[in-house]
């Protein structure tokens, strides 16, 4: 059974001024959350998946459809029965969302004394967090003394603190410079690893989804249009939107301008090959167009890695007699993915 | 300035009454103040204990009583005062009147200094499980509190100013002395004794404001 359960989730605000009609956020959504996952949610920003993520932890309350968190159903509980799912859902933000009041410890322990721990117990576990984060020396600090990095830190113990089984990270890079950045994808890494969270992230760079995801949805105007293995996604995404997003980390196919400059470098017929791990190598296609006695550049593309899986699209620009070309690309065609660019 | 130094007890008198004035607002009125504040800023719609009729109730009564020049306040609501002290005037019927219109002018400072507080760091609570009062009262408060202490300093320095129209129902105090000894009398030193006084309290009161509301915002 998956530890978060959507079926059919859509939530609607009263559009601003007078009129009668909605806006609708999230239309019509379905996923399913394993237990040990990290799941991205992409999308650009108004695609509703920062209003899907407050639907898991009910702060805002769902129009209709179904949320079990865990088997349990969470629509229509109420508030004060959902202060005690919240407990066991930590959330961190795009703005960190420290309180500037309160020191480090202070913020740490916070959802501590919510739960109503006790006193040394609550010292213990802020001293484990703050050494789990490696923020230990500054516990006395108020949030205005750290780095954007360090309060992501905080927020992220802050949010642990519970031991919840789920941690909801809301743009949680996003304020970050690319350093820092990885630096907290680091860490949310090892808390999924090391303790066995289940995080849900949502983020409008698929940098970060390439970096710690397993599983993605691609979310646009309110729909999920696409959702699935990072690898197959990545490797293979049918939406055009999807397809837009891997294209920011992957270099794949090339789009209609890029091939115009290709066509004026280089000579030849231009011919896209893709791999996927489990297909036929590259050497295989390199010998076939050799045998051919054709001549062959690579002329744009790459291979990616994706958690120990390799995928790529490779764009070659083939010379030499027209009709042995034609019977190689045949012959790559057998065992690989290949498609003549005109 | 021997007319001054003649009068010297009374004008310590009446330093005495403007303080004891002042502080016993601020208490009272303090209190209301910030409860009324706190009302309006939980039922507000989309707040914590969102509540459109309490929070219609309260702007009204705010908004109604908010504008009436406090000379005249002090004389409109003398019914209600003696209702409440027993009497219609002297220093306690003063400080009646005095609280309720700070209350009504201080609910809206706390409740514009709460606003203040990011609704980010609200949603960050409620996430961990909070409820509404103990956000207010953990986080809303806390967080607010630099610019409350700005707030209230303000206030207590607009009290001052009102508390020289409690001679009106003879509550004494500075205002009533300078009225009465030196402007009535034609003794300019007297009415500027006074005023040097008020401006000192002004001061001290500012700079104590200042200090506390930097040792809470640390900056």
């Known amino acids: 059974?998956?530890?978060?359960?959507?079926?059919?989730?859509?939530?609607?605000?009263?559009?601003?001024?007078?009129?009668?009609?909605?806006?609708?956020?999230?239309?019509?959504?379905?996923?399913?959350?394993?237990?040990?996952?990290?799941?991205?949610?992409?999308?650009?920003?108004?695609?509703?998946?920062?209003?899907?993520?407050?639907?898991?932890?009910?702060?805002?309350?769902?129009?209709?459809?179904?949320?079990?968190?865990?088997?349990?159903?969470?629509?229509?509980?109420?508030?004060?029965?959902?202060?005690?799912?919240?407990?066991?859902?930590?959330?961190?933000?795009?703005?960190?969302?420290?309180?500037?009041?309160?020191?480090?410890?202070?913020?740490?322990?916070?959802?501590?004394?919510?739960?109503?721990?006790r006193t040394a117990d609550i010292r213990a576990r802020v001293d484990e967090l703050l050494a789990f984060v490696g923020l230990t020396d500054k516990a006395g600090a108020r949030p205005d003394e750290l780095s954007g990095g360090q309060k992501q830190r905080v927020g992220i113990a802050r949010a642990l603190a519970t031991r919840p089984r789920i941690l909801l990270a809301d743009e949680a890079t996003s304020a970050?410079?690319?350093?820092?950045?990885?630096?907290?994808?680091?860490?949310?890494?090892?808390?999924?690893?090391?303790?066995?969270?289940?995080?849900?992230?949502?983020?409008?760079?698929?940098?970060?989804?390439?970096?710690?995801?397993?599983?993605?949805?691609?979310?646009?105007?309110?729909?999920?249009?696409?959702?699935?293995?990072?690898?197959?996604?990545?490797?293979?995404?049918?939406?055009?939107?999807?397809?837009?997003f891997v294209g920011t980390v992957i270099k794949g196919v090339p789009s209609p301008a890029e091939l115009a400059v290709l066509r004026e470098r280089h000579e030849g017929r231009i011919v896209t090959c893709s791999f996927r791990d489990g297909d036929a190598s590259q050497a295989r296609v390199f010998l076939d167009l050799a045998e051919a006695g054709l001549e062959f550049e690579l002329v744009y593309g790459g291979i990616n890695d994706i958690r120990g899986r390799a995928f790529g699209h490779l764009t070659l620009a083939v010379r030499g007699d027209e009709a042995a070309i034609d019977r190689a690309l045949a012959a790559v065609a057998r065992h690989t993915d290949v498609t003549e660019v005109r | 300035m021997d007319r001054l130094l003649e009068l010297g007890p009374e004008f310590w008198a009446a330093a005495g009454e403007t303080l004891y004035m002042v502080a016993l607002t601020m208490l009272f009125g303090g209190a209301g103040g910030f409860l009324l504040g706190l009302g309006l800023y939980a039922t507000r719609r989309g707040g914590l204990l969102p509540n459109a009729v309490v929070n219609n109730v309260l702007n009204v009564v705010i908004n109604f009583f908010r504008p009436i020049p406090f000379i005249i306040f002090i004389a409109a609501v003398q019914p209600l005062t003696r209702a409440v002290i027993g009497v219609g005037i002297g220093t306690d019927a003063a400080i009646f009147a005095l609280s309720l219109a700070a209350a009504f002018a201080i609910g809206r400072i706390v409740e514009q200094n709460l606003l203040t507080v990011r609704p980010g760091v609200i949603e960050a609570a409620r996430s961990m499980g909070a409820g509404p009062?103990?956000?207010?009262?953990?986080?809303?408060?806390?967080?607010?509190?630099?610019?409350?202490?700005?707030?209230?300093?303000?206030?207590?320095?607009?009290?001052?100013?009102?508390?020289?129209?409690?001679?009106?129902?003879?509550?004494?105090?500075?205002?009533?002395?300078?009225?009465?000894?030196?402007?009535?009398?034609?003794?300019?030193?007297?009415?500027?004794?006074?005023?040097?006084?008020?401006?000192?309290?002004?001061?001290?009161?500012?700079?104590?404001?200042?200090?506390?509301?930097?040792?809470?915002?640390?900056?």
């Open chain 1, 1 to 117: 059974m998956a530890l978060v359960t959507l079926e059919h989730v859509s939530k609607s605000y009263p559009a601003s001024g007078r009129t009668a009609e909605l806006v609708t956020a999230v239309d019509d959504v379905s996923l399913e959350i394993d237990a040990g996952d990290v799941y991205g949610i992409i999308g650009y920003s108004g695609a509703g998946k920062s209003t899907l993520v407050r639907l898991v932890n009910a702060l805002e309350p769902a129009t209709s459809g179904s949320i079990r968190i865990d088997g349990r159903e969470i629509t229509g509980l109420r508030e004060r029965e959902l202060r005690g799912i919240r407990l066991g859902i930590g959330m961190v933000f795009q703005q960190f969302e420290l309180f500037d009041a309160k020191t480090v410890r202070g913020n740490v322990a916070y959802p501590l004394k919510v739960a109503g721990w």
């Open chain 1, 176 to 244: 970050l410079d690319p350093e820092t950045t990885q630096e907290v994808l680091a860490l949310l890494k090892r808390v999924n690893e090391e303790q066995g969270v289940t995080i849900i992230v949502i983020t409008h760079e698929m940098d970060v989804i390439h970096s710690i995801a397993t599983k993605v949805a691609v979310m646009d105007r309110g729909r999920v249009i696409e959702h699935g293995d990072v690898f197959d996604v990545f490797s293979s995404p049918r939406h055009p939107s999807s397809q837009r």
């Open chain 2, 133 to 219: 009062w103990r956000i207010l009262r953990t986080v809303v408060v806390p967080e607010a509190l630099g610019p409350l202490i700005l707030g209230y300093t303000f206030i207590v320095i607009a009290v001052i100013d009102m508390s020289a129209m409690a001679g009106l129902i003879g509550g004494g105090g500075l205002g009533y002395f300078a009225q009465l000894y030196g402007f009535r009398q034609f003794e300019p030193v007297v009415t500027w004794a006074a005023v040097l006084l008020i401006v000192v309290f002004v001061q001290v009161v500012q700079y104590v404001g200042n200090w506390l509301a930097r040792r809470v915002l640390r900056r």
